[in-house]
């Protein structure tokens, strides 16, 4: 019975490999080798030091996400391109990813003292605990589910009733072609400084195993429903306190990010063709599971910009009592700061542990707020949301 059932499954996925097309990806060097063992229908086209191009059946996208987080510690670690083309060009603009790691696009300077320790104080757990749970209360957030397209619907109502229908504010869903699952984008106009933009971003999607995918239970409390909470709740501060900037502000919940960074990717390259002027961004993938004995804010070194972090751990140091922080590397493409970064604009990403202690329970159904490293609370992601008011008052300003 159980060689019968070996068969069955291996006739399954030959025949949905089959009915699905080849797509290229953009892939960590490191990853590579066992990449293509795992993978039944892969081939590395070509190779650099640190980045390699794949083809793989669309079909084991999921497999191969899964592979990342099990063998490399990675949410993500891959992206997607629409074409060979547009892969060949990620892998070569290596120029392109060196100005966005080194250079400085502002004088980032801590000037906003006192609003900003006003409104650090407003930061309240319970509203970022409450947003926690009722989207991790969706079956999941699957990009090509309902509930995925659902749960993307309940976060665009929740900024709108923030906003309070505030002029200078709008938020839309950001509709993609190739998935149901729309992104979110809320834009604060700038006042003086409106064609420069900051933004802040994380995942509203989440995904559970191999199998099942639209109906696997995948409640991802920490991935990244503690992202969007934290987020959401940096909103609600802005507001509570009337807050308008000089800068646009544009906040984002992304679509698709697990199966290869593909909302994000799809906003940033928009951005870059537009010639949208970004100043900074920031990603909020996992925000509630602490992690590390040492360190409660863990910034990725890699794939990102040194000024922009660096001024970020300064925030930490002036607004954030208490708050430990440090360093750690994701590899590529671990997040959607990685989709900005290709694109060449100047990203960060506060992490809730160093890599080596990321929560083993993500990609499960036992990602929960009450798993061990939340315990209920969303005290871990408040020193996030914290982090994110001295951001938004500092970057605005």
Request: charged letters at 20%; hydrophobic letters at 40%.
């Amino acid at each position: 019975m159980k060689k019968l059932w070996m068969m069955c499954l291996s006739l399954g996925l030959t025949i949905t490999a089959a009915q699905a097309k080849d797509v290229f990806i953009t892939i960590g060097s490191d990853a590579i080798d066992l990449s293509q063992k795992s993978l039944m229908a892969s081939k590395a086209i070509m190779q650099s030091k640190e980045i390699s191009i794949l083809k793989i059946n669309e079909s084991e996208i999921e497999s191969l996400s899964h592979l990342m987080h099990e063998k490399f510690n990675r949410c993500g670690g891959f992206i997607v391109h629409e074409s060979e083309a547009e892969a060949v060009e990620v892998l070569e603009n290596n120029s392109l990813r060196a100005f966005a790691k080194k250079a400085n696009f502002l004088n980032y300077s801590i000037t906003e003292g006192d609003r900003v320790q006003n409104m650090v104080s407003k930061v309240n757990e319970f509203s970022i605990r409450e947003m926690i749970l009722k989207l991790s209360s969706y079956q999941n957030r699957y990009y090509k589910a309902q509930t995925g397209v659902d749960s993307q619907e309940y976060v665009k109502a929740t900024w709108e009733k923030l906003a309070n229908s505030r002029s200078d504010v709008s938020v839309e869903l950001y509709q993609h072609s190739g998935w149901p699952q729309p992104s979110v984008i809320m834009t604060v106009e700038g006042s003086s400084k409106k064609d420069e933009v900051v933004v802040i971003g994380g995942h509203g999607d989440s995904i559970a195993g191999f199998w099942g995918r639209e109906r696997a239970r995948a409640p991802g409390a920490d991935d990244n429903a503690s992202g969007i909470a934290t987020i959401t709740e940096i909103i609600r501060v802005m507001m509570d306190n009337g807050y308008k900037p000089q800068r646009t502000i544009k906040f984002m919940s992304y679509a698709a990010e697990e199966v290869g960074l593909l909302g994000s990717k799809a906003i940033a390259n928009e951005f870059k063709s537009n010639k949208t002027n970004v100043v900074g961004v920031v990603q909020f993938d996992m925000t509630n599971h602490k992690g590390s004995a040492n360190l409660d804010i863990v910034f990725m070194s890699d794939f990102t910009n040194e000024a922009h972090t660096k001024f970020m751990g300064a925030l930490i140091d002036t607004y954030v009592a208490g708050v430990n922080w440090g360093y750690s590397k994701c590899g590529y493409g671990c997040s959607d700061h990685a989709s900005w970064h290709n694109a060449g604009y100047p990203a960060s990403m506060p992490f809730e542990s160093t890599m080596g202690d990321i929560n083993n329970d993500i990609h499960t159904k036992n990602d929960t707020i009450d798993a061990p490293g939340s315990m209920g609370t969303a005290d871990h992601a408040e020193k996030f949301a914290r982090l994110g008011v001295a951001y938004l008052v500092e970057m605005g300003k």
